[in-house]
């Protein structure tokens, strides 16, 4: 009988230093980062691009009806600056070349020349009103998703921590459950089991404080070393038993 509980309490050791390592090393597993936000127009960087190429287009629009205004005595040249002009410019409507030559029609000097300039004038203020507050929201919008992010770091940090914590709570309350049984072991007289049991315990109480280190790998191979002179022990050491008496009273 005193054979079979050795033997037991032998193999529980085996079992519980040989779960101690697989609880060690698998800790390695890495937490899975969030994805970082895309890149939107909100950023600045397309619309400024846009912004660019379109006051570049103005500029050389107005540079071209500037240069034909001033050679309106020459109509070749009217002619090719014109074109020019309108190969920055989309195709118009039929109603906006309807409305131009009807105004065409009339007196240079009419108000409706003076109306369309006036009109033409507000538009362009409006636009860049317009593209100065869009301005405006883009760098709000950028200072925002700062903001996010940032709020996302914060809160991921908190999660590790809190998952640190729980992680060690668990080798903790591990750790006190073996030594607890080591202790009962040797105390029955099981000093093999009972040594095993109490270092296994220690062990998994320093995993967390050893994972990362330097320290972490050299523990590991430490416990495996026990589990093969506990294994030895159990498997390869005959134990003292007396011999049973021969004789019959």
Known sequence: ??????SGLDRFTIGSILV????ALSGCSSTPEIPQQPDAPTDGGIVNKVGNDLDKSDGRVAAAVTVARENADKPTVVKAETGVALSYLPKPSDGDVAFARQRAASSPDSAAYKAAEDAGRKLLAKINDDWAKMEAQQKEAARVSALKDAKIKELEAKILEVESEARKNLYTLAAIGLMVIGGLAMAFGRYMAGAGLLATGLFIGAVPFLFGT?????????????????AYVHFF?????PPCPNTIE
């Open 20 to 23: 101690a390592t697989i609880i």
């Open 237 to 241: 050491r005959k134990p003292n038993v």
């Open 1 to 6: 009988m005193a054979i079979k509980a050795k």
């Open 214 to 230: 330097v320290w972490f790998i050299p523990s590991v191979g430490g416990m495996v070393i026990i589990g093969i002179i506990v």
